[in-house]
Protein backbone atom coordinates (compact mmCIF):
# COMPACT_ATOMS: atom_id res chain seq x y z
CA UNK A 1 0.00 0.00 0.00
CA UNK A 2 1.24 3.52 -0.81
CA UNK A 3 2.74 5.43 1.79
CA UNK A 4 0.02 9.02 1.63
CA UNK A 5 -2.65 6.30 2.47
CA UNK A 6 -1.87 6.33 5.94
CA UNK A 7 -1.72 9.93 5.90
CA UNK A 8 -5.92 10.15 6.61
CA UNK A 9 -8.36 7.88 7.42
CA UNK A 10 -11.19 10.10 5.52
CA UNK A 11 -11.72 13.35 3.25
CA UNK A 12 -14.21 15.60 2.26
CA UNK A 13 -13.85 16.33 -1.45
CA UNK A 14 -15.66 20.10 -1.65
CA UNK A 15 -17.61 20.25 -5.26
CA UNK A 16 -16.77 16.77 -6.65
CA UNK A 17 -19.47 17.27 -8.81
CA UNK A 18 -19.56 20.34 -11.05
CA UNK A 19 -23.67 22.12 -11.45
CA UNK A 20 -23.75 20.73 -14.55
CA UNK A 21 -23.00 16.89 -13.46
CA UNK A 22 -24.75 17.35 -10.19
CA UNK A 23 -28.19 18.39 -12.41
CA UNK A 24 -27.44 15.66 -15.06
CA UNK A 25 -27.14 12.56 -12.04
CA UNK A 26 -29.74 14.00 -10.13
CA UNK A 27 -32.10 14.14 -13.31
CA UNK A 28 -31.02 10.70 -14.28
CA UNK A 29 -31.62 9.02 -10.78
CA UNK A 30 -34.82 10.96 -10.14
CA UNK A 31 -36.28 9.43 -13.42
CA UNK A 32 -34.83 5.93 -12.76
CA UNK A 33 -36.72 5.90 -9.62
CA UNK A 34 -39.74 6.71 -10.56
CA UNK A 35 -39.67 4.22 -13.56
CA UNK A 36 -37.57 0.89 -11.13
CA UNK A 37 -40.21 -1.38 -10.49
CA UNK A 38 -37.56 -4.31 -10.49
CA UNK A 39 -34.40 -2.86 -8.64
CA UNK A 40 -34.99 -3.14 -5.01
CA UNK A 41 -31.69 -3.30 -2.50
CA UNK A 42 -33.23 -5.86 0.86
CA UNK A 43 -29.78 -7.17 1.35
CA UNK A 44 -28.09 -4.04 2.33
CA UNK A 45 -30.94 -1.93 2.92
CA UNK A 46 -33.68 -1.56 5.39
CA UNK A 47 -36.38 -0.17 3.32
CA UNK A 48 -35.14 -2.02 -0.15
CA UNK A 49 -34.24 1.05 -1.81
CA UNK A 50 -33.86 1.60 -5.28
CA UNK A 51 -30.11 0.98 -6.06
CA UNK A 52 -27.99 -0.28 -9.07
CA UNK A 53 -24.55 -1.72 -9.31
CA UNK A 54 -23.07 -0.93 -12.34
CA UNK A 55 -25.29 1.39 -13.84
CA UNK A 56 -23.65 2.89 -16.97
CA UNK A 57 -24.04 6.75 -15.78
CA UNK A 58 -22.17 5.94 -13.16
CA UNK A 59 -19.84 3.53 -14.25
CA UNK A 60 -18.70 6.70 -16.54
CA UNK A 61 -18.42 8.76 -13.77
CA UNK A 62 -16.42 6.14 -11.68
CA UNK A 63 -13.63 6.02 -15.00
CA UNK A 64 -14.18 9.89 -15.54
CA UNK A 65 -13.27 10.90 -11.59
CA UNK A 66 -10.08 8.23 -11.52
CA UNK A 67 -7.69 10.91 -12.39
CA UNK A 68 -9.47 13.28 -9.48
CA UNK A 69 -9.32 10.34 -7.22
CA UNK A 70 -5.53 9.59 -7.78
CA UNK A 71 -4.99 13.41 -7.01
CA UNK A 72 -6.68 13.41 -3.88
CA UNK A 73 -5.77 9.88 -2.83
CA UNK A 74 -2.05 10.05 -3.69
CA UNK A 75 -2.32 6.72 -4.96
CA UNK A 76 -2.34 4.88 -8.55
CA UNK A 77 -5.49 3.30 -8.78
CA UNK A 78 -7.56 0.92 -10.20
CA UNK A 79 -11.57 1.50 -10.39
CA UNK A 80 -13.46 -1.59 -9.58
CA UNK A 81 -17.01 -0.85 -9.68
CA UNK A 82 -19.95 1.96 -8.90
CA UNK A 83 -22.95 1.35 -6.40
CA UNK A 84 -25.64 4.03 -6.19
CA UNK A 85 -29.35 4.12 -4.02
CA UNK A 86 -31.56 6.58 -3.73
CA UNK A 87 -31.81 6.62 0.26
CA UNK A 88 -35.71 7.04 1.58
CA UNK A 89 -37.48 8.24 4.54
CA UNK A 90 -36.23 5.98 7.47
CA UNK A 91 -33.81 4.16 5.43
CA UNK A 92 -29.88 3.16 7.33
CA UNK A 93 -26.81 2.27 7.09
CA UNK A 94 -25.43 -0.17 9.83
CA UNK A 95 -22.15 -0.15 10.67
CA UNK A 96 -19.41 -2.01 8.59
CA UNK A 97 -16.40 -2.41 6.64
CA UNK A 98 -16.36 -3.02 2.75
CA UNK A 99 -14.93 -5.92 0.71
CA UNK A 100 -11.71 -5.92 -1.47
CA UNK A 101 -13.02 -3.93 -3.85
CA UNK A 102 -13.95 -0.96 -2.00
CA UNK A 103 -10.25 -0.20 -0.37
CA UNK A 104 -10.34 3.11 -1.75
CA UNK A 105 -13.89 4.75 -1.39
CA UNK A 106 -15.80 7.34 -2.74
CA UNK A 107 -19.29 8.10 -1.48
CA UNK A 108 -20.83 11.02 -3.32
CA UNK A 109 -23.88 13.01 -2.68
CA UNK A 110 -25.36 13.45 -5.65
CA UNK A 111 -29.35 15.03 -4.51
CA UNK A 112 -30.89 15.52 -1.36
CA UNK A 113 -34.27 17.04 -0.31
CA UNK A 114 -31.81 19.34 1.95
CA UNK A 115 -32.43 17.53 5.21
CA UNK A 116 -29.14 16.68 6.54
CA UNK A 117 -27.87 13.52 7.14
CA UNK A 118 -24.40 12.90 8.98
CA UNK A 119 -22.32 9.65 7.73
CA UNK A 120 -19.87 8.46 10.25
CA UNK A 121 -15.99 7.16 9.00
CA UNK A 122 -14.30 5.85 12.35
CA UNK A 123 -16.50 7.58 14.36
CA UNK A 124 -16.23 10.92 13.33
CA UNK A 125 -19.68 12.70 11.98
CA UNK A 126 -19.20 13.95 8.54
CA UNK A 127 -21.83 16.19 6.70
CA UNK A 128 -22.12 16.36 3.12
CA UNK A 129 -23.81 18.98 0.72
CA UNK A 130 -25.44 17.85 -2.72
CA UNK A 131 -22.14 17.16 -4.91
CA UNK A 132 -19.38 16.69 -2.31
CA UNK A 133 -18.20 13.26 -1.53
CA UNK A 134 -16.03 12.09 1.28
CA UNK A 135 -13.10 9.29 0.36
CA UNK A 136 -12.59 6.97 3.24
CA UNK A 137 -10.59 3.07 3.02
CA UNK A 138 -13.58 1.22 2.53
CA UNK A 139 -11.94 -1.90 4.00
CA UNK A 140 -10.29 -0.02 6.66
CA UNK A 141 -12.51 2.62 8.29
CA UNK A 142 -15.97 1.31 10.07
CA UNK A 143 -18.61 3.50 8.35
CA UNK A 144 -22.37 4.01 9.08
CA UNK A 145 -25.40 6.19 8.92
CA UNK A 146 -28.37 6.99 11.40
CA UNK A 147 -32.34 6.85 10.45
CA UNK A 148 -32.89 8.87 7.80
CA UNK A 149 -35.15 11.61 8.43
CA UNK A 150 -35.64 13.01 5.30
CA UNK A 151 -37.34 11.98 2.17
CA UNK A 152 -35.03 11.21 -0.21
CA UNK A 153 -31.33 11.45 -0.92
CA UNK A 154 -29.33 9.79 -3.59
CA UNK A 155 -25.75 8.60 -3.35
CA UNK A 156 -23.37 6.83 -6.01
CA UNK A 157 -20.18 4.92 -4.41
CA UNK A 158 -17.46 4.90 -6.47
CA UNK A 159 -14.76 2.39 -5.87
CA UNK A 160 -10.97 1.79 -6.65
CA UNK A 161 -8.12 -0.54 -5.46
CA UNK A 162 -4.15 0.49 -5.23
CA UNK A 163 -2.65 -0.58 -8.26
CA UNK A 164 0.41 -1.49 -6.21
CA UNK A 165 -1.46 -2.93 -3.24
CA UNK A 166 -3.01 -6.16 -1.73
CA UNK A 167 -6.30 -5.93 -3.70
CA UNK A 168 -5.11 -4.91 -7.11
CA UNK A 169 -6.78 -8.16 -8.85
CA UNK A 170 -9.99 -6.51 -8.12
CA UNK A 171 -9.72 -4.45 -10.90
CA UNK A 172 -12.92 -4.01 -12.17
CA UNK A 173 -14.32 -6.01 -9.65
CA UNK A 174 -13.22 -8.98 -11.42
CA UNK A 175 -15.48 -8.44 -14.42
CA UNK A 176 -13.93 -8.26 -17.70
CA UNK A 177 -14.46 -4.20 -17.69
CA UNK A 178 -16.32 -1.51 -16.50
CA UNK A 179 -20.27 -0.83 -17.49
CA UNK A 180 -21.70 -5.09 -16.97
CA UNK A 181 -23.42 -6.65 -14.55
CA UNK A 182 -21.33 -9.47 -12.77
CA UNK A 183 -24.01 -12.21 -13.87
CA UNK A 184 -23.43 -10.95 -17.34
CA UNK A 185 -19.98 -10.82 -17.16
CA UNK A 186 -19.49 -14.21 -19.35
CA UNK A 187 -22.95 -14.10 -21.31
CA UNK A 188 -22.25 -11.11 -23.77
CA UNK B 1 -68.99 -25.49 -4.52
CA UNK B 2 -65.67 -23.95 -3.25
CA UNK B 3 -65.50 -21.09 -6.36
CA UNK B 4 -65.44 -18.55 -4.27
CA UNK B 5 -62.78 -19.63 -1.75
CA UNK B 6 -61.04 -20.90 -4.49
CA UNK B 7 -61.14 -17.00 -6.28
CA UNK B 8 -59.46 -15.51 -3.69
CA UNK B 9 -55.59 -15.92 -3.47
CA UNK B 10 -53.66 -15.61 0.38
CA UNK B 11 -50.46 -15.63 -0.29
CA UNK B 12 -47.86 -14.78 2.88
CA UNK B 13 -43.92 -13.23 3.33
CA UNK B 14 -44.72 -11.43 0.08
CA UNK B 15 -43.03 -8.51 1.35
CA UNK B 16 -39.70 -9.43 4.12
CA UNK B 17 -40.02 -8.54 7.42
CA UNK B 18 -37.43 -6.08 7.30
CA UNK B 19 -39.37 -3.79 4.52
CA UNK B 20 -43.11 -4.29 6.64
CA UNK B 21 -41.79 -3.09 9.66
CA UNK B 22 -40.18 0.08 7.45
CA UNK B 23 -43.24 0.86 5.34
CA UNK B 24 -45.39 0.46 9.16
CA UNK B 25 -43.18 3.39 10.36
CA UNK B 26 -43.30 5.03 7.44
CA UNK B 27 -47.50 4.85 7.20
CA UNK B 28 -47.40 6.19 11.13
CA UNK B 29 -45.63 9.16 9.62
CA UNK B 30 -47.92 9.91 6.94
CA UNK B 31 -51.09 11.81 7.48
CA UNK B 32 -54.28 10.32 6.43
CA UNK B 33 -57.39 11.66 5.13
CA UNK B 34 -60.90 10.34 5.65
CA UNK B 35 -61.51 7.76 3.30
CA UNK B 36 -64.90 8.23 1.19
CA UNK B 37 -67.20 5.56 -0.02
CA UNK B 38 -67.92 6.03 -4.42
CA UNK B 39 -71.80 6.61 -3.02
CA UNK B 40 -70.73 9.47 -1.16
CA UNK B 41 -68.87 10.87 -4.24
CA UNK B 42 -72.12 10.30 -6.08
CA UNK B 43 -74.75 11.40 -3.36
CA UNK B 44 -72.17 14.11 -1.65
CA UNK B 45 -73.59 12.68 1.38
CA UNK B 46 -71.73 11.20 4.09
CA UNK B 47 -72.99 7.67 5.37
CA UNK B 48 -71.60 5.40 7.69
CA UNK B 49 -70.78 2.61 5.47
CA UNK B 50 -67.06 3.31 6.16
CA UNK B 51 -64.59 4.46 9.02
CA UNK B 52 -61.22 4.43 7.54
CA UNK B 53 -58.72 6.70 6.59
CA UNK B 54 -56.24 6.53 3.71
CA UNK B 55 -53.19 7.76 2.30
CA UNK B 56 -52.48 7.72 -1.52
CA UNK B 57 -49.26 6.20 -3.07
CA UNK B 58 -48.07 6.94 -6.56
CA UNK B 59 -45.64 7.11 -8.45
CA UNK B 60 -46.10 10.41 -9.20
CA UNK B 61 -46.19 11.72 -5.71
CA UNK B 62 -43.75 14.87 -5.11
CA UNK B 63 -42.17 12.92 -2.49
CA UNK B 64 -39.57 10.04 -3.71
CA UNK B 65 -40.36 7.99 -0.20
CA UNK B 66 -43.93 7.80 -1.81
CA UNK B 67 -43.17 6.48 -4.87
CA UNK B 68 -40.84 4.09 -3.21
CA UNK B 69 -43.25 2.43 -1.71
CA UNK B 70 -45.69 2.44 -4.87
CA UNK B 71 -43.16 0.80 -6.55
CA UNK B 72 -41.88 -1.31 -4.35
CA UNK B 73 -45.29 -2.98 -3.41
CA UNK B 74 -45.97 -3.04 -7.15
CA UNK B 75 -43.26 -5.31 -7.59
CA UNK B 76 -44.73 -7.84 -5.45
CA UNK B 77 -48.35 -7.01 -6.40
CA UNK B 78 -47.14 -8.13 -10.09
CA UNK B 79 -45.30 -10.81 -8.71
CA UNK B 80 -48.59 -12.10 -6.88
CA UNK B 81 -50.80 -11.65 -10.51
CA UNK B 82 -48.32 -14.03 -11.44
CA UNK B 83 -49.42 -17.16 -8.98
CA UNK B 84 -53.09 -15.63 -9.35
CA UNK B 85 -52.66 -16.29 -13.42
CA UNK B 86 -51.29 -20.06 -12.40
CA UNK B 87 -55.25 -20.47 -11.56
CA UNK B 88 -56.91 -17.55 -13.66
CA UNK B 89 -54.48 -17.19 -16.72
CA UNK B 90 -57.89 -15.81 -18.22
CA UNK B 91 -57.17 -12.87 -16.34
CA UNK B 92 -54.66 -10.59 -18.29
CA UNK B 93 -53.22 -7.15 -16.15
CA UNK B 94 -53.50 -4.39 -17.68
CA UNK B 95 -52.65 -1.64 -14.95
CA UNK B 96 -52.58 -0.16 -10.88
CA UNK B 97 -55.57 2.02 -10.95
CA UNK B 98 -54.93 3.21 -7.52
CA UNK B 99 -52.71 2.15 -4.35
CA UNK B 100 -53.70 3.51 -0.95
CA UNK B 101 -52.47 2.95 2.62
CA UNK B 102 -55.51 2.14 4.78
CA UNK B 103 -55.58 2.95 8.37
CA UNK B 104 -58.76 1.58 10.70
CA UNK B 105 -58.43 3.08 14.00
CA UNK B 106 -60.38 1.62 17.14
CA UNK B 107 -63.63 1.60 15.99
CA UNK B 108 -63.04 1.73 12.32
CA UNK B 109 -64.63 -0.78 9.63
CA UNK B 110 -66.17 -1.23 6.23
CA UNK B 111 -69.36 -2.75 5.69
CA UNK B 112 -69.44 -5.45 3.32
CA UNK B 113 -68.84 -4.03 -0.67
CA UNK B 114 -67.68 -4.84 -3.71
CA UNK B 115 -64.74 -2.95 -5.19
CA UNK B 116 -66.53 -3.01 -9.05
CA UNK B 117 -68.39 -0.35 -10.00
CA UNK B 118 -70.22 1.93 -12.50
CA UNK B 119 -66.91 4.26 -13.70
CA UNK B 120 -64.33 2.36 -11.92
CA UNK B 121 -62.92 -0.29 -14.13
CA UNK B 122 -61.43 -2.53 -11.21
CA UNK B 123 -61.19 -6.29 -12.25
CA UNK B 124 -58.48 -7.45 -9.54
CA UNK B 125 -58.40 -6.23 -5.82
CA UNK B 126 -55.59 -6.85 -3.52
CA UNK B 127 -55.27 -5.91 0.33
CA UNK B 128 -52.04 -6.40 1.70
CA UNK B 129 -51.87 -6.84 5.24
CA UNK B 130 -48.93 -4.56 7.28
CA UNK B 131 -49.70 -5.81 11.02
CA UNK B 132 -51.87 -7.95 13.45
CA UNK B 133 -50.72 -5.69 16.94
CA UNK B 134 -54.90 -4.96 17.00
CA UNK B 135 -58.09 -6.55 17.68
CA UNK B 136 -61.26 -7.05 15.41
CA UNK B 137 -60.88 -5.73 12.17
CA UNK B 138 -60.86 -9.23 10.22
CA UNK B 139 -61.42 -8.89 6.46
CA UNK B 140 -64.36 -10.75 5.34
CA UNK B 141 -66.05 -12.43 2.04
CA UNK B 142 -69.74 -13.12 1.99
CA UNK B 143 -69.56 -16.68 -0.20
CA UNK B 144 -73.84 -15.65 -1.71
CA UNK B 145 -73.54 -19.35 -2.53
CA UNK B 146 -73.02 -21.21 0.20
CA UNK B 147 -74.83 -18.51 2.69
CA UNK B 148 -71.50 -18.38 4.68
CA UNK B 149 -68.75 -15.76 6.01
CA UNK B 150 -65.10 -16.05 4.96
CA UNK B 151 -62.93 -15.11 7.33
CA UNK B 152 -58.70 -14.18 6.28
CA UNK B 153 -56.51 -14.82 9.42
CA UNK B 154 -54.78 -11.94 9.80
CA UNK B 155 -50.95 -12.67 9.31
CA UNK B 156 -47.98 -9.53 8.70
CA UNK B 157 -46.77 -9.65 5.33
CA UNK B 158 -50.29 -12.14 4.04
CA UNK B 159 -51.35 -10.74 0.44
CA UNK B 160 -54.94 -10.85 -0.85
CA UNK B 161 -56.06 -10.71 -4.56
CA UNK B 162 -59.66 -10.95 -5.58
CA UNK B 163 -61.67 -10.57 -8.28
CA UNK B 164 -63.50 -7.34 -7.87
CA UNK B 165 -66.86 -8.26 -9.19
CA UNK B 166 -70.41 -8.72 -7.54
CA UNK B 167 -69.14 -12.18 -6.80
CA UNK B 168 -67.27 -10.90 -3.80
CA UNK B 169 -68.57 -8.69 -1.23
CA UNK B 170 -66.26 -8.51 1.62
CA UNK B 171 -65.62 -6.00 4.79
CA UNK B 172 -63.45 -5.28 7.45
CA UNK B 173 -64.77 -5.88 10.80
CA UNK B 174 -64.89 -2.82 13.33
CA UNK B 175 -61.59 -2.84 14.77
CA UNK B 176 -61.96 -2.98 18.61
CA UNK B 177 -58.43 -2.63 19.90
CA UNK B 178 -55.32 -0.41 18.13
CA UNK B 179 -55.30 0.03 15.01
CA UNK B 180 -55.14 -1.69 11.55
CA UNK B 181 -52.53 -0.82 8.83
CA UNK B 182 -53.38 -2.17 4.96
CA UNK B 183 -52.22 -1.28 1.62
CA UNK B 184 -54.92 -1.67 -0.98
CA UNK B 185 -54.49 -1.59 -4.58
CA UNK B 186 -56.86 -2.28 -7.41
CA UNK B 187 -56.33 -3.01 -10.91
CA UNK B 188 -57.25 -3.47 -13.95
Known amino acids: MGQLKKDFKFKIIKNFLDDNERRLIKNYCTSYHINNQNNFDISQNNNGDTSKYSDPLMESLLLCKLSKIQEESGLKLLPTYSFWRMYTKFADLKPHKDRPSCECSVTVQIASDGTKWPIKIDGEEIILEDGDAALYWGTEVEHSREEFLGDYQSQVFLHYVDANGPFKEYIYDKRVFAGIDLEKNINF | ?188
Open chain 2, 1 to 188: MELIKKSILVLDDVIGVTQVSQLLKYANSVEFNRAVTVGEIITKEKNNHRVTKNFPLSRLSGSLSNVHWYNFIANKFKNSILTFQESFPYYHFNKINNMEILKYENNGYYKYHIDEGENLNRILSCILLLNNDYEGGELCFYDQINKKEITIDKKVGRMILWPSNFLFPHAVKPVTKGTRFSVVIWAS
